[in-house]
């Protein structure tokens, strides 16, 4: 068996400090599309690379966007040198990033991955859920996003925290500028969605819909829109996401300031 403790150190070296490892049985609800990633995987490794704070908080919603950018690159990154490393030992690992695989067909238009990183964090005991819903860990808060491996190693799995990390002081549900939050977790994932994927895959059907119907001499004016010009710099950056509220306003793990 794999100390967990030696893949820690390898993601750490690559950008993801916080690291944890599951057993797939553990994920049943995930089961069948772990193994169609890798058949035969027994384990999977969860971990979580920050954000910068001063960005999520900043009031420029591209300055969080680059920074959330950052963030899933780092853990791509630390995903890729841990599955290497397990390479290099004689097993098999594939990284996963928190975006793909996804399923893109309705009903969830992209709204389920193939891992839930989430609860797998829970599982790994590298956080706890928060009353945003996030996985809140003790060195970051919510101020993280999440990738790890999928591998047939037999890793030394980590257990559930005893509490979880959040402090239910409700900050997040208050910053919600939706009210999709109503503490304990629970989400309104379609007001939540309307606000955080504003710029994202209903947004470009929609546009395109628009467009496509639109009368001849309003066809130019709704190309050059503004949401024609947001959805372009979406896909040039790669990141659309528009709300990072929840995350900015839990106190959890929050750097201490002079």
Known sequence: MIPITEVSFVAGAH???????????????HREEIETILPGAKSVVVLAAPHSRSAIESRNVQVAQYDTIHAYGEAARASHAVALWLEEKGCRAVAVPAFIPIDMAPPRHGMRGAVDWRGAGVAAGIGGYGQSG??????????VRLGGVVTDA???????????????????????PMGALSGEGRI???????????GGFRA?????????????????????????LDLWQNFMTGNYYYCFACQAACPVGRPSRA
């Open 188 to 198: 309104d994932k379609r007001k939540c969605g309307d606000r955080i994927f504003s």
């Open 15 to 29: 950008g993801a400090p916080v690291c944890g490892a599951v057993r797939v049985e553990a994920l049943p609800d």
């Open 154 to 176: 037999d890793l030394s799995p980590g257990e559930p925290l005893a509490g979880t990390p959040c402090v239910a002081c409700r900050k997040c549900v208050e910053a919600c």
């Open 204 to 228: 470009w059907r929609n546009f395109l819909v628009a467009l496509v119907e639109a009368p001849a001499e309003k066809r130019k004016e709704t190309a050059g829109s503004r949401l024609s």
């Open 134 to 143: 996030l996985l809140v860990t003790r060195e970051f808060g919510p101020a």
